[in-house]
């Protein structure tokens, strides 16, 4: 189990603890009751049980009435709190970490693997702004342009500032507003898109989990599978949207829906009326 440990990040003991606090058994190995583990590891008692309930923290060894844990568990417990920084849950964990004692797994190719899967696609991060900087950023100062932002949730106001979840977005629906897309239109023309395409990728990882479990998929180099996919995806979506929106745009242009549309003269005679 050292040798998992040993490609993490070693946490320090706190001072008041050491290896002294051990008591060494027959064969010269290190022993803990559960509270001198916790205290080592600096974990709680009830979180220990919980990770042996779960399946993520082998057993201890009965002697008598005592439980004893050795530096494996030590080990592991700095483990399984790394793989939780990263976002893992303790299922998850368990699966892993029991694949890399089995040999299945090799702990520095996951990390890859997992720096991959972290790394964004998008590009596009929140950001915190004062008034005038949204305004920079919307690269508008209309009268009543932050009521619209944030009723459309692209901006959150907290106290003096505000949280910008996507400046990309925020861009994107700036320049519907410049050619005469209300901010709710384009906004509900997002949701479409959420709820289409969130399907289509829980499809698409589906799938190619199960490819690559069939066999079917290369995954000797599982790393750079993943950094290739990320643009290859990232311009696939590209290519296909826009053929497809090429398509139905011709069908209503074919079809003479697109003659409904009132036009500026028709929309000035209205006004003249």
Do not use: C
């Not at 005592?66 to 568990?73: C, E, G, N």
């Amino acid at each position: 189990m050292m040798y998992i440990a040993d490609t993490m990040a070693r946490s320090s003991l706190p001072p008041s603890v050491t290896d002294d606090t051990a008591a060494p058994d027959k064969t010269g190995a290190a022993e803990y009751t559960i509270d001198e583990l916790s205290a080592l590891a600096r974990v709680p008692s009830r979180t220990i049980r919980f990770y042996q309930s779960k399946g993520a923290l082998s057993s201890p060894e009965i002697k008598g009435r005592v439980a004893y844990y050795s530096d494996a568990h030590v080990e592991r417990l700095k483990l399984i709190a790394q793989l939780q920084d990263r976002g893992l849950r303790i299922d998850a964990i368990r699966g892993l970490v029991k694949s890399i004692e089995r040999g299945e797994l090799d702990m520095a190719e996951w990390l890859g693997v997992e720096q991959q899967l972290q790394a964004s696609w998008a590009h596009d991060h929140a950001r915190t702004v004062s008034e005038a900087e949204l305004f920079t950023l919307a690269g508008s100062n209309r009268p009543g342009l932050i009521a619209d932002l944030t009723r459309v949730k692209l901006v959150e106001r907290r106290g003096d500032v505000y949280i910008v979840e996507s400046p990309a977005l925020l861009s994107m629906a700036m320049k519907l507003e410049a050619v005469g897309v209300g901010q709710e239109t384009a906004a509900e023309a997002a949701e479409i898109l959420r709820k289409h395409l969130g399907k289509a990728v829980a499809e698409l990882t589906t799938f190619f989990l199960k490819r690559a479990t069939d066999g079917f998929v290369e995954t000797a180099q599982p790393a750079k599978l993943f950094e290739a996919l990320r643009p290859v995806g990232i311009e696939a979506v590209r290519v296909i949207f826009s053929k497809m929106m090429e398509g139905a745009l011709r069908k209503l242009l074919e079809s003479g829906a697109l003659t409904a549309l009132p036009s500026t003269r028709r929309r000035s005679s209205r006004r003249r009326t």
